[in-house]
C-alpha cells in the first residue's frame, strides 16, 4: 500500500507536455495549442491567432506550402499577381473610354448600334484567337517564357486601341476590333503557358491544387484592381492628361513586373534553347550548367527585338530545323539523304542533314521522345563542328557515341528533365532502308 502512494506522488511530480497540432500533411502541420499537466493542475494555451493565419493562408497557397512548390514559386506570384493588380487598374480606364466611344450616356445613341459594335468586336476576338492556335499553339509550350511575356504585351496593347477609339470615331469599329484580337491572343498564350508552369511548380502531383490556388489569388488581385480602378477612373473622370498619365504609367510597371516575373522562373524542361546553352558549354568544359544558371543566360524577349551579338549561344538552336518533310528536299539533298541512312545512320532513329547554313533532322517513324532529344543534340554539335572545320559526319557520331550518355547522366544530376525535349511537335517522319536483288543469267 505504501509502495502504491509513493508511485502515485512521483506520477503527480512530473511534468507532462500534451501538444495539438493541425493540417493534412506532415510538412504541413501547425501548432495550435499546448496543454501541460504538473501535478494536479493543468494548464493550456492555445494559439488562435497563429491557427487563423495559417487558415486565411491556405485558401491562396498549395498545400504543404513551401515544400510542396518550387522555390521560384513565391517570388513568380508576386510579381504576378502585381502585374495582374495593375492590368485590373488599368481596365477600369479602358473600359470607361470604350464605352463612351460607344456612346453609353448619349441620347443619340441607340441600344442597337452598341449591341452591333460590341458584339463585331468580340467576333473578332474569337476568330483571331482561332487562327493564333492554328499557327502558334505547338509552340506554347516550349517557350513558355516569352509567350507569356508576349502575352502580356498583346494585352497592354489591346487595351490601349481601347483608349484610343474614342479620338478616332469615324475608325472606331476597326480600332477596337483590332484591340479585340490582340487580347484574344492574351487569351491563349496565357491559358497555355499557365498550365505549362504549374507543371513545373507541383512537386507533389498537386497542379490541379497550385491552379485552384493560382484562382483565388488571381480573384483577390482582381477585386483590388477593380476598387482603386474605380477610385483612379472617378478622380480623373474629364481629365485626358491625367489619364492617359496614369495609363502609360501603369503600363511601364506592367512590363517591368511581368519581365521580372519570368526572370524569376527557373525551368528545368529541356526546350531548343536551353539545350544549346548546355551543351555547349558542356562541350568547352565537360561540365553541366544547372537550371538556375541556364536561367539566367537564355533571353525571354522573342529573337527579333535582341541583338545577335548578345550571346552567340542563345541563337544556335536557330540553325537547327526539326522534323523536315523528305518531299521538300532538293535531288542533291536526297542522294545525300540516301548515303547517309546507308552508312552513318542505317539503324538510327533520325538523320541530321546539314542544309544551307542549317542542319534539317529527318526523323524515323518509330522514333520515341528520347530519340528526338538526342537528334536535337545531335544536330546541335553538327552545326557547331561545321563552324570549325569540314569534318561532319563521322566527327559528329564519334562524339555523341563517346559522350552523350554522360552527358544525359549529368543533366539528370543537376536537376534537368531529360524525358524529352520541348520543341514544336515532329508531325512529318520517313523511315529508311536498303535492298538489293541478285540477278542470275539463264
Known amino acids: 500500500m505504501e509502495g502504491e502512494n509513493i508511485k502515485t506522488r512521483r506520477l503527480r511530480s512530473a511534468t507532462a507536455v500534451i501538444e495539438e497540432w493541425n493540417g493534412t500533411a506532415s510538412s504541413k502541420l501547425t501548432k495550435t495549442a499546448t496543454i501541460t499537466i504538473a501535478g494536479d493542475t493543468v494548464r493550456s494555451s492555445a494559439h488562435r491567432f497563429n491557427h487563423l493565419s495559417r487558415r486565411i493562408l491556405d485558401a491562396f497557397v498549395p498545400e504543404g506550402f513551401p515544400s510542396s512548390v518550387t522555390p521560384d514559386y513565391v517570388p513568380f506570384q508576386i510579381w504576378d499577381s502585381l502585374q495582374g493588380l495593375s492590368t485590373y487598374m488599368r481596365m477600369m480606364l479602358s473600359t470607361q473610354a470604350l464605352l463612351s466611344a460607344i456612346g453609353v450616356g448619349e441620347k443619340s445613341a441607340t441600344v442597337i448600334g452598341a449591341t452591333f459594335q460590341w458584339f463585331l468586336r468580340d467576333l473578332t476576338g474569337m476568330l483571331g484567337g482561332i487562327l493564333f492556335t492554328f499557327y502558334q499553339g505547338s509552340n506554347l509550350d516550349s517557350n513558355a517564357k516569352m509567350w507569356r511575356l508576349v502575352a502580356d504585351l498583346m ?20 480600332i477596337v476590333c483590332l484591340g479585340s484580337i490582340s487580347r484574344s491572343f492574351t487569351g491563349v498564350t496565357s491559358g497555355a503557358t499557365r498550365a505549362a508552369l504549374t507543371q513545373h511548380f507541383a512537386l507533389q502531383n498537386n497542379a490541379a491544387d497550385i491552379s485552384a490556388k493560382e484562382g483565388s489569388q488571381e480573384t483577390l488581385a482582381t477585386m483590388i484592381g477593380m476598387a482603386l480602378g474605380m477610385l483612379l477612373a472617378r478622380i480623373t473622370m474629364g481629365h485626358s492628361l491625367a489619364i492617359w498619365f496614369c495609363f502609360l504609367s501603369l503600363t511601364f510597371f506592367h512590363m517591368y513586373a511581368n519581365y521580372k516575373a519570368v526572370r524569376c522562373l527557373s525551368l528545368a524542361t529541356l526546350n531548343c534553347e536551353r539545350s544549346s546553352i548546355v551543351l555547349l558549354r558542356y562541350m568547352e568544359t565537360g561540365q553541366v550548367l544547372s537550371p538556375n544558371q541556364v536561367s539566367e543566360m537564355e533571353h525571354v524577349l522573342p529573337t527579333w527585338m535582341t541583338s545577335w551579338t548578345e550571346n552567340r549561344v542563345n541563337y544556335m538552336h536557330q540553325r537547327v530545323r526539326l522534323g523536315v518533310r523528305i518531299s521538300s528536299l532538293t535531288s542533291d539533298e536526297v542522294v545525300d539523304l540516301s548515303t547517309l541512312s546507308s552508312s ?99
Open 155 to 174: 494585352n497592354d496593347l489591346g487595351m490601349l486601341m481601347d483608349l484610343l477609339s474614342p479620338l478616332f470615331p469615324s475608325a472606331f469599329v476597326f
Open 344 to 442: 552513318y545512320y542505317n539503324k538510327g532513329k533520325y538523320i541530321p542533314l546539314p542544309r544551307k547554313g542549317t542542319v534539317i533532322i529527318i526523323m524515323h517513324k518509330d522514333s520515341t521522345a528520347a530519340d528526338v532529344l538526342q537528334a536535337f543534340m545531335h544536330a546541335l554539335v553538327l552545326a557547331i563542328l561545321i563552324d570549325k572545320d569540314g569534318s561532319v559526319h563521322s566527327e559528329s557520331q564519334s562524339w555523341i557515341a563517346k559522350n552523350y550518355e554522360d552527358f544525359v547522366i549529368k543533366l539528370q544530376s543537376q536537376g534537368w528533365r531529360t524525358e524529352r525535349l520541348l520543341s514544336p511537335s515532329v508531325a512529318w517522319k520517313a523511315n529508311w532502308f536498303t535492298s538489293s536483288s541478285d540477278e542470275k543469267d539463264d
